[in-house]
């Protein structure tokens, strides 16, 4: 199999289970950290070209962070494509498994049967909790000017509910939602969770923005990517959650 994966934590998946089988890859896509593969542009803007040159038999892509336009360019061009939707972890270990067998893989991963077992009963009590014992509510910005939040419906918001923290804008009718600050900040929530990406939050850029609020900044890779990274995030979101900054 040649593949072509458009998808960071797919491209992982797949190079870390069918070795060789992974011919191109996006520039975001960092892990694993020796990836020696062809860069064929962007997530949302990749090089159709490049990637048709590559031959591939298959192309791996995600309904979210692919846009139709470019699947469609790619079907045109005579590639097969396969499109994974993940909004929750189950449907991530569903999905998972049915892109490393069409990408060749022969046999089970092992880190994949892991990450199932760590997510069959994630760490909760140490999740943040109300002065009265209740599950914390969290805002989660992905992105700032503008601001953007989890909404209803995602993987990201699935994983934390799984941790014991529960998204105040989980019944917004967006998936990720604009809202501006000041409403953010008037939101009835307990914490505010920062991951590192989409956008970079850090110590220095997040926490100011939310002042008496207490903030936990946590890995985006953790958070949004469903790949051998799901083996250890149960445990390091939690601890990232209890090292809470006030």
Not at 57 to 80: F, I, K, Q, S, Y
Not at 101 to 116: F, H, N, V
Not at 124 to 148: E, N
């Amino acid at each position: 199999m040649r593949v072509v994966s458009l998808v960071p934590s797919l491209s992982e998946a797949v190079a870390e289970s069918v070795p060789g089988a992974l011919v191109g890859a996006t520039d975001w896509c960092t892990h694993p950290a020796q990836l020696s593969v062809t860069r064929v542009g962007g997530t949302k803007n990749p090089q159709v070209e490049r990637i048709v040159a590559l031959a591939p038999d298959l192309v791996v892509a995600n309904e979210e962070e692919n846009r139709a336009p470019d699947l469609a360019a790619l079907r045109a061009a005579g590639l097969t494509v396969l499109v994974t939707e993940v909004r929750s972890v189950p449907q991530a270990f569903r999905e998972l498994a049915r892109v490393l067998t069409a990408c060749g893989a022969t046999a089970r991963p092992r880190w994949l049967d892991e990450a199932e077992d760590a997510w069959s009963a994630p760490p909760t009590g140490t999740a943040p909790r109300t002065a009265s014992g209740q599950r914390a509510r969290a805002v989660v910005p992905v992105w700032r000017r503008p601001w953007m939040v989890l909404g209803r419906d995602t993987f990201a918001g699935d994983v934390l509910v799984r941790l014991g923290v529960d998204n105040v804008y989980a019944g917004h009718p967006d998936r990720y939602p604009r809202v501006p600050l000041d409403e953010l900040r008037a939101a009835a929530c307990d914490l505010v969770v920062l991951p590192d990406e989409p956008y970079r939050f850090t110590a220095d850029d997040g926490p100011e923005a939310f002042p008496g609020l207490p903030c936990a900044l946590v890995s985006g890779r953790h958070l949004t990517w469903y790949g051998p990274s799901l083996a250890e995030a149960p445990r390091v979101l939690s601890e990232a959650l209890r090292a809470v900054r006030r």
